[in-house]
């Protein structure tokens, strides 16, 4: 069965630093999407992405983020200077259309902020 | 109460009970899903439900959507301690915005 698939698993980075999170969606999905869960709290938008622009962004989707799909199969979120609330696990999915269909989300990549 | 919130927060029950977790919701929806999330893992889709459905079935799962209450149920008939997860619904509106809005969760403990 096809999946998203996020690597790395767990990223422990410094304050400041600059990370990438990388996702590969279902291949003939058109539709994709961050989220992020801290731990213990629900799971929030960051944002979606269509048609290789921006389709939404929620609040949390500041300047400090960024998303891209530089190659045609991997789908990006940079955030350029972490912050310790940055800590949390982030999700990739990704819809074959935008409404009326299951999202697939891949298993996350833990994100810890030192 | 926001857009999407589960009740209870948490559920304990001895494996062959069923369980029963509600959601709630505020506006209008295209659809309604629900995920399982194992401790620290991802989320695992379980049934999706359009707005014009009323009930669905999945295996063990039983997923019932009442759009004039805006709240959705979803029952796991004889519970196994590997159901043992938080569960979410998650909806998708119809206010032209296509992001799925996740509920608070349900922690649901299966004893063996």
């Known amino acids: 069965e096809p999946e998203v698939t996020q690597t790395p698993s767990h990223q422990v980075t410094q304050m400041g630093q600059e990370v990438i999170l990388r996702c590969v969606p279902i291949s003939n999905h058109l539709y994709f999407y961050w989220y992020r869960q801290i731990l213990g709290q629900k799971v929030e938008f960051l944002v979606s992405f269509y048609n290789n622009e921006i389709s939404e962004k929620s609040e949390i989707f500041d300047d400090q983020f960024s998303v891209e799909r530089p190659d045609g199969s991997n789908f990006t979120l940079k955030i350029r200077s972490t912050k310790l609330e940055d800590s949390a696990m982030y999700f990739c999915?990704?819809?074959?259309?935008?409404?009326?269909?299951?999202?697939?989300f891949g298993q996350g990549t833990r994100l810890t902020v030192v | 109460s926001q857009q999407g919130e589960e009740d209870p927060q948490a559920l304990s029950i001895q494996e062959g009970e069923n369980a029963t977790m509600n959601c709630s919701y505020k506006t209008s929806i295209n659809n309604l899903q629900w995920y399982r999330q194992n401790s620290g893992r991802g989320l695992v889709h379980l049934i999706l439900?359009?707005?014009?459905?009323r009930e669905k079935h999945s295996g063990r799962l039983r997923v019932t959507l009442d759009t004039s209450k805006k709240s959705s149920s979803l029952l796991i008939t004889a519970s196994r301690a590997a159901d043992t997860a938080s569960y979410f619904c998650?909806?998708?509106?119809?206010?032209?915005?296509?992001?799925?809005?996740f509920g608070t969760g349900t922690r649901l403990k299966v004893l063996a």
């Open positions: 998650a909806t998708t509106t119809t206010s032209g915005t296509y992001k799925y809005i």
């Open positions: 999915a990704s819809t074959p259309i935008e409404v009326g269909t299951e999202a697939f």
């Open positions: 439900i359009r707005s014009n459905e």
